[in-house]
């Protein structure tokens, strides 16, 4: 197959100078990609570039960037212009491109001078619709390559992974900025920049640096609803590793770790364990990684233990889990690499090993040389993803409120959300903490004390504190139960912490009277409850079908030497053994099989799914089957916790929403989402929180503006005394509303 280009297809006969007038982009959406609808914001956007406007796209890691670029490229005449930061995402790109029938090349180290120069050929004679290149070669050797692109009829230039040109993002990349000169030279070319990782800074970023006029800006919802989110205490990491490993068997998962060694000996004691793994790290050969990156997009090794040097618009579809060994660094990067789990929409884990320990490491090596901003810029993320490790609330509502993106404080689908919450009287495990501050002096920290406290044999404990008459008295309690405590001991403000370098907790008049035995303690402890199960009127896949499917798709993969999902992804292959189209007009009906693939792939699947029915008496069920619409995710009627309702009877008794953030030594924002449930359940009235004409007017934005979940434009839309917190408790009354 050459490079760029597929001819001679009997079943594609429409040329690409016609298909604007023929096909309308739904009908080209089914016709080349193969799926019924569009998703997020994809239709707004591609009919934005088809008028020539300039685009900010941001959307959430496997929401279907591609296509907002892809769709434009083979509707619009001329050349579409890629910049893609990773030669391995250029040719996963590219064999997905001609795996559906459209004319692709990229241009990047791998290739010969022969092949490069058998690129530019075509992409002169007109061969090529889309040209993936790095965004250094287009500034490379005196602007050559810039010239080369002006005597050709550029149509679109899209810039992938935009948030790379900034350096308040998380990945800032110094060879990005040259991009900024891309109007200078192509004034009437529209430019598309996507991302789906950028807050509000980086986004304001992106546009000033791009230089982009008059951009349409699309934020589509970041929700990732699909992953299940679980933070679990750093406490036999591996132990846990094998544990979920062992349940998971057959499932294609990555491991991040932050570390070069790490990767290596995480990698080798999993394979003496029997797991097919491999590591990928930076310091590696660049022939060792993409090996090693091909076996993992072709399913010959399951596992990836890698840096973030892996991944990055990596578009494998079936990653069934993604686990972060070490804290990543920010948020952005947590929300991107959870992100390649579950692209094919299928349900997936996302697992981080927190140990507040791993924080202070990583203080210490943020510094950017000759950069006071971005240094402090970076520590402000880290301490934000330290918030996020030990928020005591819903992890999916916290990276998307983080996003700026209103969510319910309940998603049924992460570790808090899956916990039985319950208050008990926790005074006993309070004394015993505090008098282990006491007896060592105030000098030491949270980690210390409780090692202190559970008779640890470490050489860090003072020889002399092993002769006091409390150590090892909390031997009973499990490390991460005592760290809960400790935290929550500090949030209601029962015990400080000294502000320094190494932060010790000291005694003040509530932990004196505790101990004096003048005061309770009450926590509330987390229990993991147990999920429960679906139960759905969807008819079952065939299990056997759907393997013998997979071997078609292998063998098919092979032949054409690019990784499976490339042929069909999993979704199509579990939907082919659940509706059993006997048909090519059924086929079609098949997300994922549009005209193209049904005509170069349908027969060999085609073939298996007859014999399959024919040998069981089986008949189609493809009347079954409904094509899937992308629309907002309508979450659960929230469940209150039991420290939600401990805010709502505090203001039940007369506390503003200040007076009970400082009582329960909590931010006002995290009181607000507490009371949040209640108003939208209808038990609490919003005009008791925000009062009458604040309400009336916000309701009369949202109505107008119909954005009952972001925030964002109608805080744009109010005076400055109208808070985010406001706006979140009136949106919530305007959901009860719809919902009575």
């Known amino acids: 197959m050459p490079l760029y280009c597929f ?60 296509i907002c670029y892809q769709l434009p490229a083979v509707l619009m005449d001329g050349l579409t212009i890629v910049i893609s930061p990773l030669i391995a995402l250029m040719k996963d790109q590219v064999d997905a491109l001609h795996a559906n029938g459209i004319r692709a090349a990229y241009l990047n180290s791998t290739l010969s001078n022969q092949e490069q120069n058998q690129v530019i050929t075509a992409v002169r004679n007109g061969e090529v619709k889309l040209l993936y290149l790095a965004p250094e070669r287009l500034f490379a050797n005196g602007m050559q390559f810039i010239n080369f692109l002006g005597t050709l009829p550029c149509s679109l230039f899209a810039i992938d992974e935009a948030h790379c040109i900034s350096q308040w993002g998380h990945d800032f990349r110094p060879e990005y900025l040259g991009l900024s000169a891309l109007k200078q030279h192509f004034t009437k070319v529209p ?23 008059q951009p349409q800006i699309f934020i589509s919802s970041f929700n990732r609803a699909n992953i299940n989110y ?68 072709k399913d010959n090794i399951k596992i990836i233990v890698a840096t973030i040097a892996f991944g990055m618009g990596i578009d494998k579809p079936n990653v069934r889990f993604v686990m972060h060994y070490d804290v990543p660094k920010n948020m952005e990067g947590y929300y991107q690499e959870t992100g390649r789990a579950g692209r094919d929409g299928l349900k997936s884990d ?25 240094t402090q810029m970076m520590k402000k993320k880290l301490l934000q993803m330290k918030e996020f490790a030990e928020h005591d609330g819903c992890r999916r509502q916290y990276i ?55 008779g640890s044999n470490s050489a860090k404990i003072v020889p002399a504190h092993k002769e006091i008459k409390t150590y090892g008295i909390g031997k009973d309690i499990k490390k991460e139960v005592w760290q809960a405590i400790v935290k929550q001991l500090l949030q209601q403000r029962l015990v400080d912490v000294e502000d320094a370098a190494y932060p010790a907790l000291k005694l003040n008049e509530a932990s004196r009277r505790i101990l004096r035995g003048e005061l309770e303690v009450t926590l509330v402890m987390k229990k993991l409850k147990e999920e429960a199960s679906i139960i759905t009127d969807a008819p079952q896949h065939h299990a056997d079908l759907l393997q013998q499917l997979k071997e078609v798709r292998r063998e098919m993969a092979e032949q054409e ?42 027969p060999a699947f085609m073939k298996v799914l007859q014999q399959y029915a024919s040998a069981n008496g089986l008949e189609t069920k493809i009347q079954l089957k409904v094509p899937k619409r992308e629309r907002a995710v309508k979450p ?21 929403i200040p007076d009970i953030a400082a009582k329960r030594g909590m931010a006002v924002s995290t009181v607000e989402n507490h009371l949040m449930p209640f108003v939208t359940n209808g038990e609490l009235s919003a005009a008791k929180l925000i009062g009458k004409e604040k309400l009336d007017t916000i309701i009369a934005l949202i109505k107008q503006t119909g954005e009952t979940y972001a925030s964002k434009p109608i805080k744009d839309l109010l005076p400055e005394e109208y808070s985010y917190g406001d706006i979140r408790i009136a949106q919530a009354h305007y959901q009860w509303m719809k919902d009575a």
């Open 350 to 374: 996302a697992i981080l090993y927190y140990s507040s320990g791993d924080i202070g490491k990583l203080m210490r090596f943020i510094t950017v040389e000759n950069n006071d901003a971005q």
């Open 191 to 213: 430019v598309i920049a996507l991302t789906a990782s950028a807050d509000t800074i980086t986004q304001k970023d992106i546009v000033e640096k791009l230089a982009l006029q």
């Open 230 to 297: 679980y933070i679990q205490p750093k406490q036999k990491a591996f132990e846990q590793v094998i544990h979920y490993l062992d349940k998971h068997r057959n499932d294609s998962g990555i491991i991040y770790t932050l570390s070069r060694a790490s990767t290596e000996s995480i990698a080798a004691k999993l394979k003496a364990v029997g797991y097919d793994v491999a590591y990928y790290h930076a310091g590696m050969g660049s022939d060792e990684r993409a090996k090693v990156q091909e076996a993992f997009q």
């Open 636 to 656: 659960n009627k929230p469940t209150t916790t039991a420290t939600q309702r401990a805010s709502y009877d505090l203001f039940n008794e007369g506390y503003d």
């Open 7 to 66: 001819k001679g297809n009997p079943y594609f006969h429409v040329t690409f100078s016609t298909c604007m007038k023929q096909y309308p982009i739904h009908r080209a959406l089914k016709h080349f990609f193969g799926y019924d609808n569009f998703r997020l914001n994809q239709q707004a956007i591609i009919e934005a570039v088809l008028k020539g406007q300039d685009v900010m796209a941001i959307m959430p890691t496997g929401g279907g960037k591609s």
């Open 561 to 602: 030497n690019v990784p499976a999902y490339i042929i069909v992804g999993d979704n199509t292959l579990l939907d082919m053994a659940t509706y059993l189209p006997l048909s090519f007009d059924a086929l079609r009906k098949i997300s994922g099989f549009g005209d193209y693939k049904v005509g170069k792939y349908g």
């Open 400 to 454: 998307l409120e983080y996003f700026g993106e209103r969510a319910p404080a309940y998603c049924g689908s992460c570790d808090y959300c899956l916990s039985n919450l319950e208050r008990r009287n926790a005074t006993i495990e309070a004394q015993k903490i505090l008098s282990a501050i006491t007896r060592t002096g105030e000098r030491f920290g949270a980690d210390y004390l409780i090692d202190f406290l559970r």
